[in-house]
């Protein structure tokens, strides 16, 4: 995993400068790649390439980057793991023959075996996008041809891998991270409060949009190209799609899987097996995360079944009952024979997190499973360079309860008039947390379930926000919101028109088009960046088996009845990890990768988030209408309502935005 930034265009700059600059923009995304780093800058073309490596495979200097092919016609950038390297190699043959950029023919002798140098080779011999669709893995890279004097990048199908790139001025950028960009004098931070809006609505900002005007994300499966000299009518730049999910969830709706379930069971163990035991390869130490859950005990079940030693598997437990988990994958382990590693963290140690924050994630970033992610991540780095996760087994397979909630209620509850849902909404909102948490411990008990309470007002909550909306699509927008009109708090702000219809949900089966969007908006801009941004930050790789894109087709081609079964989701996947582990481990009530932020923020957190929340620091910042922000703040201190959420977006845009005049 690595890191890289550049430009295109000196602006401001003098010749002289461009080194100076181009080194601090790589030193700040050190922590991607502490290993090495290089500078590649054609003062002719004016386009300047920083790198930072961390070495995962050939740790050898024959795989530094800005790597310059074999005939000296590419340069490269590379952040990722291409997985099928090797057969990619196979295909081209050894030694090559390739033509350099004056047409010369010269034979190739590999000098190493990264893939950085597989992909500049087939680069070479196949062209630009011939080589990502033969490509397995994970990538964001920049490409400069030097002879056409283009610029290419590139983003992997699903989004694992960050890029951001645009214009300011004259100057074109590019960045693994937007801290990287900042340090450029011409850099202009013009916060947009349209994208506000879109962090208060989802807590995450997503792609194309960034919180900078002026500057877009990359989005997955697509590639851009910049042909200098730079021109004004060359600014409009129209991103092409070299894969589509949308269009191979189309293409696959109409031809299901054509076998029974047990067949489908087989085909999926058998690609999963290959995903991970090409995702399993690195000259450095690998393990995997382990929470115990459907997702994360398949992939490390698959890791132990093709290895001849323990996989190192870690897990984080915290002395909350409501939110731990690590009793579950410890039983995993054991039952699996891993070298396992989990470690109890305590509330003082999680909110030591929350001040790191804003630079880990660049941007205004309030998915709160941000804290243990990041804690997990720092754990396994003490013993292991890469580790596998289980991420993308809901969006790929239906494990979400609003999955369930949709498939078996919603035909049912559309049949009442919306007038009358919205009375017993109205009724279910009108008792508070803390009511429905007395009878939560009351039911609790007389169950016989002590050791795992109902979370019976988060279930309420749901329920009520289900009776409420009046179409599927509003019904979608309402599960995956917080702040539900949020141009209503961020002043001169409104959601993008584009990213509004992108929202509604296309004809057919409700919820396999709720999936699709998870799939496009909810797994690239929220999960992955969440994993990708935290662990980067303490320069470990994480690799997610389930995006390999033989298992996202695959799983968009078998039918529904397959994903969710009798009340049940990821039923075929079920079904894979029933075959390594006994289903007494697994069957449970699923938990949510989170912290008690409520209680913090009534207790511990409450002086922190009232400063970030006075009135008149919100009045002087000018981004935020003060009246709704105070409102659902007094309501969670009186206990009335349970607004962690909402509060937490609130604030995660406070700590980023002071951070931000800081840095200035």
Not at 124 to 131: D, I, M, V
Request: hydrophobic share 40%; proline share 5%; glycine share 6%.
């Amino acid at each position: 995993m690595c890191g890289f930034a550049g430009f295109i265009g000196y602006g401001s700059l003098s010749a002289p400068d461009v080194r100076t600059v181009s080194q601090r923009m790589g030193e700040t995304i050190l922590h991607r790649g502490p290993d090495d780093s290089g500078i590649w800058i054609d003062d002719d073309a004016l386009i300047s390439i920083v790198h930072r490596r961390l070495s995962i495979l050939d740790l050898s200097p024959a795989g530094h980057q800005p790597m310059i092919s074999a005939s000296g016609r590419y340069v490269l950038a590379f952040n990722g793991e291409i997985y099928n390297h090797d057969e990619m190699r196979m295909q081209m043959g050894n030694p090559l023959c390739l033509a350099d950029h004056q047409g010369r023919k010269e034979s190739m002798i590999w000098k190493g075996h990264s893939d950085t140098e597989t992909l500049l080779a087939c680069f070479e011999q196949w062209g630009f996008e011939l080589t990502l669709t033969r490509s397995i893995g994970m990538f964001a890279l920049a490409l400069w041809d030097r002879a056409k004097r283009t610029l290419y990048l590139a983003r992997d199908r699903m989004g694992e891998k960050p890029l951001y790139y645009g214009w300011q001025e004259n100057v074109f950028f590019f960045a693994s991270e937007l801290k990287a960009l900042k340090i450029h004098p011409d850099f202009r931070r013009e916060i947009d409060h349209n994208a506000i809006t879109l962090q208060l609505r989802h807590s995450y900002i997503p792609a194309p949009y960034s919180i900078y005007k002026g500057i877009q994300k990359l989005s997955p499966g697509c590639h851009i190209k910049i042909k200098e000299p730079l021109r004004v009518e060359n600014k409009e730049i129209h991103p092409v799609a070299y894969w589509s999910l949308s269009k191979h969830d189309d293409k696959n709706s109409s031809h299901h899987f054509a076998g029974d379930e047990r067949e489908a069971s087989d085909a999926l163990d058998q690609l999963l097996r290959d995903a991970v035991m090409k995702q399993m390869a690195a000259d450095v130490p690998l393990g995997a995360f382990l929470s115990g859950g459907i997702d994360s005990s398949t992939i490390v079940a698959l890791m132990q079944a093709q290895s001849s030693i323990p996989v190192k598997t870690f897990s984080i437990g915290f002395y909350d009952a409501d939110y731990n988990e690590a009793n579950h994958a410890m039983a995993v382990a054991r039952h699996l024979g891993t070298d396992h590693t989990e470690m109890y963290v305590t509330s003082d140690q999680a909110m030591a997190v929350i001040p790191k924050l804003p630079l880990i994630y660049d941007e205004p970033f309030s998915d709160d499973s941000q804290i243990p992610t990041y804690l997990l991540s720092e754990m396994a780095k003490q013993d292991v360079t890469v580790s596998l996760s289980g991420d993308a087994g809901d969006e790929l397979f239906g494990g979400y309860n609003r999955y369930f909630l949709t498939h078996e209620w919603w035909n049912r509850i559309n049949r009442v008039p919306l007038y009358m849902r919205r009375l017993i909404a109205d009724g279910l909102d009108y008792f508070s947390p803390a009511s429905w948490n007395r009878a939560d411990q009351m039911l609790s008990f007389v169950v016989g379930k002590k050791s795992r309470r109902l979370n019976l007002h988060n279930k309420i909550g749901k329920i009520s926000r289900v009776l409420k909306v009046s179409d599927s699509s509003e019904l979608y927008r309402n599960f995956t919101s917080h702040w539900s009109s949020p141009e209503t708090v961020v002043l001169n702000g409104c959601e993008p028109a584009d990213h509004a219809a992108l929202l509604k949900l296309r004809p057919g089966p409700v919820v396999e088009q709720m999936m699709l969007l998870d799939k496009l908006l909810y797994l690239p801009d929220d999960i992955l960046v969440k994993v990708d941004r935290a662990a980067m930050s303490v320069s470990l790789e994480t690799r997610v088996p389930f995006l390999d894109h033989r298992v996202v087709e695959f799983a968009s081609s078998i039918p529904f009845s397959m994903k969710i079964n009798n009340g049940k989701g990821k039923w075929i996947l079920r079904q894979v990890l029933y075959n390594y582990v006994p289903e007494q481990l697994i069957e449970r009530p699923k938990k949510g990768f989170g912290l008690p932020i409520d209680k913090w923020l009534r207790g511990p957190l409450r002086e922190w988030a009232e400063s970030l929340l006075d009135e008149s620091r919100l009045v002087n910042d000018g981004y935020l209408n003060p009246h709704p922000v105070r409102l659902k703040w007094k309501e969670h201190l009186e206990g009335k309502h349970n607004w962690q959420h909402h509060l937490w977006d609130i604030l995660m845009f406070g700590a980023w935005l002071e951070k931000e005049r800081e840095t200035a």
